[in-house]
């Protein structure tokens, strides 16, 4: 299965020039680790999830992608990220129309998540940034499940994917020299992913 690098030599390289993003890292990184282990992860990393799954799958994270929307455009908007928030828009079209290509419905979409503040709206943004970097893993992971890219767009992001992450750090930094304290960010970044993990329970 695909792993992170070791999070302790990604740690003591972005310390000190990124010590938000370090802060997050590190307080996510058992969280985000485990969601490896999720099964439609883990059945996907060992070829072994079938349509019928996978298409659960994408509904939980249409599901997800979804009920953060406001947080996401608040923390698009604190952060003067108009593009990040276009493309995350397109990320969820994206669910979209993998679904329809699989001839399968819209999932119902919950109740949107309210931001608790500015500072909890970053840091959930930063887990869903964060979640397209994976992406292309499991867009290549599916190779065995989908024989061209039709069906998993979402996962094979775009070409400014990385550039739009550097820029979302940027700010980030900024953002982080600004607040007296890293909690709220980090309490934000922790809720994104145990939200992510909760929309996948409840779409299994
Ligand atoms: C099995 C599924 C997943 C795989 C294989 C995976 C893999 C990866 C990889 C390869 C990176 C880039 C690491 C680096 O370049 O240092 C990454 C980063 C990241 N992923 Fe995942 N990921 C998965 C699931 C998720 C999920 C479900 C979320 C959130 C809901 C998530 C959030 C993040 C975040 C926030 C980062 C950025 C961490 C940083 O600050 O460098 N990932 N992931």
Request: with cysteine; glycine share 6%; charged share 20%.
């Amino acid at each position: 299965m695909t792993r992170l690098r070791d999070p302790a030599d990604r740690r003591s390289r972005q310390r000190s020039a990124q010590p938000a993003r370090s802060a997050l890292q590190a307080e996510t990184t058992s969280i985000h680790e485990a969601l490896h282990d999720a099964p439609p992860f883990a059945a996907i990393a060992e070829q072994r999830l079938r349509s019928s799954d996978y298409t659960r799958l994408l509904s939980a994270l249409f599901a997800y992608h979804s009920s953060l929307q406001f947080i996401v455009a608040a923390g698009c908007r604190r952060l003067e990220l108009q593009a990040l928030l276009n493309a995350c828009e397109l990320r969820r079209h994206r669910l979209a129309v993998d679904l329809a290509t699989l001839n399968a419905q819209l999932p119902p979409v919950g109740k949107s998540v309210a931001a608790v503040d500015d500072a909890w709206a970053v840091g959930c943004l930063y887990t869903l940034v964060g979640s397209s970097l994976g992406g292309k893993v499991i867009f290549r992971q599916l190779d065995y499940l989908l024989p061209t890219p039709a069906g998993r767009t979402f996962f094979a992001g775009t070409a400014g994917d990385g550039e739009r992450w550097r820029e979302f750090c940027n700010r980030l930094e900024a953002f982080g020299t600004e607040q007296q304290s890293l909690t709220p960010l980090i309490e934000g970044a922790h809720f994104a992913f145990e939200h992510f993990a909760s929309c996948l329970e409840r779409h299994r």
